[in-house]
């Protein structure tokens, strides 16, 4: 999975040991920033934010196979700035896609997520809930807004 800011040059992969990492492509010899993101593979990669690609933080959200979705800004260490997981009466679906929307002010951002069984689920990023969701039957396996301020 990968993300690439255009302006910056810089990609982002998941691996299968859970480690998300960016790359400078002018070097590209070794990571620029790189987190333990997830306990599991990563499945999806998707990036936003900074110089004019959105507004707001420059940020990266991860999807993962140990449920959880997460928001990452490449600025900061190794916590995310956000994370969505199930609540413990819920059971752990495996992550195949996610998506940023809203980007059109430093206070708007959503996540999309879509999940091994149907599931999509929209987060709210302002108050950490959920603001829609809905089951499609089948998996998801990739989800876009038709433009990133959407």
């Excluded at 991860?62 to 199930?86: C, F, H, I, L, N």
């Excluded at 059109?104 to 996540?111: C, D, F, G, K, P």
Aim: charged share 25%; hydrophobic share 35%; glycine share 12%.
């Amino acid at each position: 999975s990968s993300g690439i800011n255009a302006e910056y040059g810089h990609l982002a992969t998941g691996n299968f040991k859970g480690k998300m990492e960016t790359w400078d492509l002018e070097k590209g010899d070794l990571p620029v920033y790189s987190v333990k993101a997830h306990s599991e593979i990563i499945n999806c990669i998707d990036g936003v934010g900074g110089l004019g690609i959105g507004l707001g933080a420059p940020e990266i959200v991860t999807g993962s196979r140990d449920g959880t979705v997460k928001v990452w800004d490449v600025r900061q260490e190794s916590d995310p700035v956000a994370m969505m997981q199930p609540k413990e009466s819920e059971a752990k679906r495996d992550c195949w896609a996610v998506a940023f929307g809203n980007t059109y002010t430093e206070s708007e951002r959503v996540v999309a997520a879509g999940y091994d069984n149907g599931d999509i689920k929209l987060f709210d990023l302002r108050n950490m809930s959920v603001r829609w969701e809905t089951n499609v039957k089948n998996g998801i396996c990739g989800l876009q807004f038709d433009r990133k301020n959407s």
